[in-house]
């Protein structure tokens, strides 16, 4: 099988920590700059799977790297470079303690929410009548509280106000680049025949100046629609065909796994862990439009550490 990239325990020059998220490693160079490396461990459910998927990472590293130039004339964003192919260097900035998330459909958390008969979500009223994956009139704005520990929370713009989470000059500012950013993400999807259904931002400052940071518009942050057969689907009651992680957690619900307590994950065999890069891989060129170039794997660890190392001493 070819070699994944699960861990990693690098020691930079001028590096003060290490985070280890579920997917991300994020090292700290200095309080000055970040390097991000996306591995290839994939999460559902909120645990980490027990087999990493050859060239996730890469597919997401480079995903976002496309929509960050994409994006940049919108609103400043954290990235320098990209050294490597699993890598993003950029700006240390002090996030702000939310996540924009944006909807222009109805599904996931929001028809959940709608079917159990809520019709205000995070202070946003939802009309009536609506069904499952229904396009909203115009697109909802429905930030989280970014927990350092547990979930995030739904609230409101009103009580991120109140709270001083965020100052109303600055969440006006955030508001706006998140509109102008999903624009400029349907834009693009819609020429690769997919439709952006909801995605989330996240901001930070350094130096007072706002950035766009982490990744954007990838299938790990964004559901997307396949927009051929989208209103027959619609009109029958049916499932829309989607663009994202859902089939892994699918497979793991037809397995008996959920998360919840006293579950096994099941085995994940290499057909089937071959089958979710391959899948990855078809999103990678589904959404860029772009052939999908996989990196040299076999030594992928000091290939990361000479590439990043090589960078640094650059800036």
């Given at each position: 099988?070819?070699?994944?990239?699960?861990?990693?325990?690098?020691?930079?020059?001028?590096?003060?920590?290490?985070?280890?998220?579920?997917?991300?490693?994020?090292?700290?160079?200095?309080?000055?700059?970040?390097?991000?490396?996306?591995?290839?461990?994939?999460?559902?459910?909120?645990?980490?799977?027990?087999?990493?998927?050859?060239?996730?990472?890469?597919?997401?590293?480079?995903?976002?790297?496309?929509?960050?130039?994409?994006?940049?004339?919108?609103?400043?964003?954290?990235?320098?470079?990209?050294?490597?192919?699993?890598?993003?260097?950029?700006?240390?900035?002090?996030?702000?303690?939310?996540?924009?998330?944006?909807?222009?459909?109805?599904?996931?958390?929001?028809?959940?929410?709608?079917?159990?008969?809520?019709?205000?979500?995070?202070?946003?009223?939802?009309?009536?009548?609506?069904?499952?994956?229904?396009?909203?009139?115009?697109?909802?704005?429905?930030?989280?509280?970014?927990?350092?520990?547990?979930?995030?929370?739904?609230?409101?713009?009103?009580?991120?106000?109140?709270?001083?989470?965020?100052?109303?000059?600055?969440?006006?500012?955030?508001?706006?680049?998140?509109?102008?950013?999903?624009?400029?993400?349907?834009?693009?999807?819609?020429?690769?025949?997919?439709?952006?259904?909801?995605?989330?931002?996240?901001?930070?400052?350094?130096?007072?100046k706002i950035y766009l940071i982490d990744e954007i518009h990838t299938p790990d942050s964004s559901r997307?629609?396949?927009?051929?057969?989208?209103?027959?689907?619609?009109?029958?009651?049916?499932?829309?065909?989607?663009?994202?992680?859902?089939?892994?957690?699918?497979?793991?619900?037809?397995?008996?796994?959920?998360?919840?307590?006293?579950?096994?994950?099941?085995?994940?065999?290499?057909?089937?862990?071959?089958?979710?890069?391959?899948?990855?891989?078809?999103?990678?060129?589904?959404?860029?439009?772009?052939?999908?170039?996989?990196?040299?794997?076999?030594?992928?660890?000091?290939?990361?550490?000479?590439n990043v190392t090589d960078f640094l001493s650059t800036l």
């Amino acid at each position: 099988m070819t070699q994944a990239l699960t861990k990693t325990d690098f020691n930079f020059p001028k590096q003060k920590s290490v985070y280890h998220g579920k997917v991300r490693d994020v090292y700290n160079i200095d309080d000055e700059y970040l390097v991000m490396i996306v591995s290839d461990r994939i999460s559902a459910f909120d645990v980490v799977l027990p087999e990493g998927i050859p060239f996730k990472g890469q597919v997401l590293n480079q995903i976002a790297e496309k929509f960050l130039d994409a994006t940049s004339d919108i609103v400043p964003n954290w990235k320098i470079a990209t050294p490597d192919p699993n890598v993003t260097v950029g700006h240390h900035c002090e996030p702000f303690k939310v996540e924009m998330v944006i909807r222009g459909y109805l599904t996931g958390h929001a028809w959940r929410e709608y079917r159990d008969g809520k019709r205000t979500l995070c202070g946003v009223p939802m009309p009536e009548g609506m069904v499952e994956n229904q396009k909203f009139a115009e697109p909802i704005l429905t930030p989280t509280t970014k927990a350092d520990e547990g979930h995030d929370e739904d609230i409101s713009r009103e009580a991120i106000i109140e709270q001083g989470l965020v100052s109303k000059a600055e969440y006006e500012m955030l508001e706006d680049y998140t509109r102008k950013l999903f624009q400029r993400g349907t834009e693009i999807a819609a020429e690769k025949g997919l439709i952006l259904v909801d995605t989330k931002y996240e901001f930070g400052k350094k130096d007072g100046k706002i950035y766009l940071i982490d990744e954007i518009h990838t299938p790990d942050s964004s559901r997307y629609f396949y927009s051929e057969g989208y209103e027959e689907r619609l009109q029958k009651g049916e499932s829309q065909k989607q663009l994202s992680k859902e089939f892994v957690r699918q497979w793991l619900i037809e397995n008996g796994f959920q998360g919840k307590e006293g579950q096994q994950i099941p085995v994940m065999d290499k057909a089937f862990v071959s089958s979710v890069s391959e899948r990855y891989i078809e999103l990678f060129e589904k959404i860029t439009g772009d052939s999908f170039q996989k990196s040299d794997v076999d030594a992928i660890q000091s290939r990361i550490e000479k590439n990043v190392t090589d960078f640094l001493s650059t800036l």
